[in-house]
């Protein structure tokens, strides 16, 4: 094979092929490693970190390191990573045994958190049942899904988490179109609000024209005392003439 057509020579950066970054806190390190390996044999390089794989023919040589050194490496990554690997056990037991779904924002990331912790728990030797993995999910709800949750444990056996999920799911569909069903509309609300101003109506217009209706008219009882003041006088110069 010709140096220049070697498959390895297309990659550029492996965490295009890999999808999550090794870290010493995620408890990914069995999983990543297989990716890696699939990756090497992939683009014959494996004999990089197994010195028991030969080379392929006409494999393209390393200048920078032997193959002893780089197997070497390869094991020095993999003692890192199982070292720890009790304690790593302990925290992530820990976060799986306390995550809740009002940790989230919908039960798809709820669901997905509790499955990424039980994977890497079985990274780390510690696999999760199917069975304590779905009664876990159910420890973690709300008083919202008490409902849901005595079915699911009623269920024998256990059913799968998937169809556990599944159904999680679609009972938080159905609590949302309640939700919305029995909110008011906004259109309603407006128009009701409408219809109670309407009943009690202001007319400025009507209270000035009642006012200047009121200055307009005459006052009768400063009329009605003048004319029996003006009569009192007259009847009284009649009976002096008679006199």
């Known amino acids: 094979m010709d ?32 990716l890696f390996k699939i990756h090497c044999r992939a683009f014959q390089v494996e004999n990089h970190i197994d010195p028991e794989v030969k080379p392929p023919p006409s494999a393209p040589s390393s200048s920078t390191a032997t193959e002893a050194e780089k197997a070497t490496a390869w094991q020095a990554l993999e003692n890192i990573f199982q070292d720890n690997q009790s304690s790593r056990v302990v925290y992530l037991d820990s976060k799986f045994v306390s995550t809740r779904l009002d940790h989230h924002p919908n039960f798809s990331s709820y669901c997905q958190a509790m499955k990424m912790l039980a994977d890497q728990l079985a990274n780390v030797g510690n696999p999760v049942s199917n069975q304590r993995l779905v009664l876990q999910l159910i420890a973690g709800l709300n008083e919202s899904y008490e409902g849901v949750a005595m079915l699911i444990q009623q269920t024998t056996p256990l059913p799968d988490f998937y169809a556990v999920r599944s159904k999680l799911i679609m009972e ?58 003006r009569g009192g006088r007259g009847r009284g110069r009649s009976s002096n003439n008679m006199g």
């Open 3 to 34: 140096p220049k057509n070697h498959p390895a020579i297309t990659v550029t950066n492996i965490r295009n092929f890999i999808p999550f970054t090794l870290e010493m806190e995620n408890g990914q390190y069995t999983s990543w490693v297989e």
């Open 172 to 229: 938080e569909s159905r609590k949302a179109h309640q939700a919305a069903a029995a909110a008011p509309s906004p259109h309603i609300s407006a128009t009701a609000t409408g219809l109670t101003a309407s009943t009690t109506p202001v007319n400025p217009r009507n209270n000035d024209n009642n006012n200047r209706f009121n200055q307009q008219q005459p006052d009768f009882t400063s009329f009605r005392g003048r004319g029996r003041g």
